[in-house]
């Protein structure tokens, strides 16, 4: 914040990255500063639950969304719900990758190593892939998990102790670099996204880039 203060006069555009949970309220207070020192200032939508945040804060997110110079959706989904949200300020940029960076592997016999790449955060439902590894184990005893991403809240606890509880083979790899993940992905087969309410997931579109099946 204190950043878009010392910049607002040298600055055209203030791109604000716009999720729907707790950084909601970062979003929202620059926003207000911004438009306070009369600086354009674009929301770029990233959260996959920011509908719900237009149904349960709307005055807030029309002082928001409203007073942007444009919103800019990545997926038609959210593109949509804001339309019929009432917003017309709107343009569409879908997430993309350049392919080139991404080594596709063509797996020919599918093995039982699975990937889950995202931050570890309710939203994103973690502990659901240790439980479907735990019944994957019933038909495939060599099964295996490993769960790449940052600590972002206590459901890091959760599945640790759900993993230690029921003895299951799953790495906790932590954070990666993006170059780091996508060489490690080279050894699993199947990718697996397990969040309750997503946008358009670069990380998704990442592992069909490199060939693994998403489920």
């Known amino acids: 914040l204190g950043q878009v203060i010392l910049q607002a006069?040298?600055?055209d555009v203030l791109l604000i990255d716009t999720y729907s949970t707790s950084a909601f309220w970062y979003a929202y207070i620059s926003s207000?500063?911004?438009f306070f020192l009369k600086l354009d200032y674009i929301p770029i939508l990233h959260g996959g639950d920011l509908p719900k945040r237009l149904k349960s804060h709307p005055q807030l997110c029309q002082r928001l969304f409203g007073n942007a110079k444009v919103n800019v959706a990545p997926s038609a989904y959210l593109l949509q719900e804001f339309k019929n949200a009432g917003y017309t300020n709107l343009t569409y940029i879908p997430n993309t990758i350049k392919l080139d960076l991404y080594r596709f592997k063509e797996r020919q016999e599918l093995q039982t190593h699975l990937l889950w790449v995202r931050s570890f955060a309710q939203l994103y439902n973690p502990?659901?892939?240790l439980k479907v590894?735990?019944?994957l184990r019933l038909l495939y005893p060599k099964v295996k998990l490993s769960m790449v991403g940052p600590f972002k809240d206590d459901s890091i606890e959760e599945c640790k102790a759900f993993a230690k509880e029921n003895e299951l083979p799953v790495t906790f790899t932590g954070g990666m670099k993006k170059q780091d993940w996508l060489q490690y992905a080279q050894d699993f087969d199947v990718f697996i996204n397990t969040t309750n309410v997503d946008n358009t997931p670069v990380s998704v579109i990442?592992?069909?880039?490199?060939?693994?099946?998403v489920v």
């Open 32 to 34: 207000r500063l911004a």
């Open 9 to 11: 006069s040298k600055t």
């Open 206 to 213: 990442e592992a069909m880039a490199l060939g693994l099946p």
């Open 127 to 129: 502990l659901l892939a």
């Open 133 to 135: 590894l735990k019944e």
